[in-house]
């Protein structure tokens, strides 16, 4: 079964895993999803992670990267 990423979707704080999936497969998902994200994505060994972080999360991501360009 195929399914377009656009039907996919993850409540915040949930994964999805995905198995036997290619280099270019997840690579063309990148590029599908584009840099600007809301979710997490981590390939190894042919698995594939999809994460939707919390939002309380994604504050403190912003905090620290603030701090930072400071």
């Given at each position: 079964?195929?399914?377009?990423?656009?039907?996919l979707s993850?409540?915040?704080?949930?994964?999805?895993?995905?198995?036997?999936v290619?280099?270019?497969?997840?690579?063309?998902?990148?590029?599908?999803?584009?840099?600007?994200?809301?979710?997490?994505?981590?390939?190894y060994?042919?698995?594939l992670?999809?994460?939707a972080?919390?939002?309380?999360?994604?504050?403190?991501?912003?905090?620290?990267?603030?701090?930072?360009?400071?």
């Open positions: 079964m195929v399914l377009s990423i656009e039907r993850a409540a915040p704080g949930q994964t999805l895993m995905a198995r036997d290619s280099w270019a497969e997840f690579e063309s998902l990148l590029t599908a999803l584009g840099p600007r994200r809301h979710s997490r994505l981590a390939y060994h042919r698995q992670e999809i994460m972080p919390l939002p309380e999360h994604e504050m403190a991501k912003e905090a620290i990267s603030d701090l930072i360009k400071i």
